[in-house]
């Protein structure tokens, strides 16, 4: 698989600009002939790809000598950057309205000054809506390699670090619907104990969230 990759030096609005020139320059165009008009339409929508870089930026540790890093292939767009979400934000809430908790806080307020983050704390749903409306896989936010990774899958790819069965059930359930592990176990076929195995990594991954205890427990999509 082709892949390409960057780490974002300069200042922050230099460390944005390259980081999305980047990426732009090294994604395709698809035609989109469901319509009446072929329409042609980016691997990614540029939009989302500014948000998670301007976030990498506010957001990173600037006590680590890490950059902020990029990786291009062909399922992916990946970003990462040292740091950590601050609290109560959990990868879990941010696939939901979320109060902005701004890890460096004067450096986001140059930047929504600057206009490169639009709104306090819809960042990252403004992320989701911008892939679901580009056909785009859900977007993926994890804490990993201390730091927050952040990965924009292609058009039609296997999203990194999800099984077949997982990928099938975040496409299959709808937002804000719930499931059980039985159900799951059940409709994928495999025992209880891997069920849970594979929901539990959906849930690292923010990709649904725990409603109940015990046996009682309800798996809510993102």
């Not at 390409?4 to 989109?32: P, W």
């Not at 062909?74 to 696939?95: C, E, F, Q, S, Y």
């Not at 460096?104 to 992320?127: C, H, K, M, S």
């Amino acid at each position: 698989a082709s892949e390409d990759t960057a780490a974002i030096e300069g200042s922050v609005f230099d460390q944005i600009d390259t980081a999305t020139a980047f990426a732009v320059r090294n994604l395709k165009i698809r035609a989109d002939r469901t319509r009446v008009v072929r329409r042609d339409v980016p691997e990614l929508p540029e939009g989302a790809i500014r948000e998670v870089i301007s976030n990498a930026v506010a957001h990173r540790d600037y006590r680590s000598t890490a950059a902020i890093q990029l990786r291009l292939d062909d399922r992916a767009l990946v970003v990462w950057n040292p740091g950590h979400l601050p609290d109560p934000i959990t990868t879990t809430k941010l696939r939901e309205p979320h109060p902005s908790v701004p890890t460096n806080p004067l450096l986001a307020n140059g930047l929504f000054r600057a206009g490169y983050i639009e709104e306090w704390g819809d960042g990252t749903l403004r992320v989701i809506r911008e892939m679901a409306a580009n056909g785009n896989p859900d977007p993926l936010f994890e804490e990993v390699d201390a730091g927050i990774r952040v990965t924009l899958p292609l058009p039609g790819a296997i999203v990194p670090g999800l099984n077949e069965r997982q990928l099938a059930f975040i496409q299959s359930l709808a937002s804000g619907a719930t499931t059980s592990t039985g159900d799951y176990a059940g409709s994928a076929g495999v025992s209880r104990a891997t069920a849970l195995h594979d929901l539990r990594g959906l849930e690292r991954r923010g990709l649904v969230s725990r409603v109940g205890v015990g046996r009682a427990t309800k798996w809510r999509r993102g």
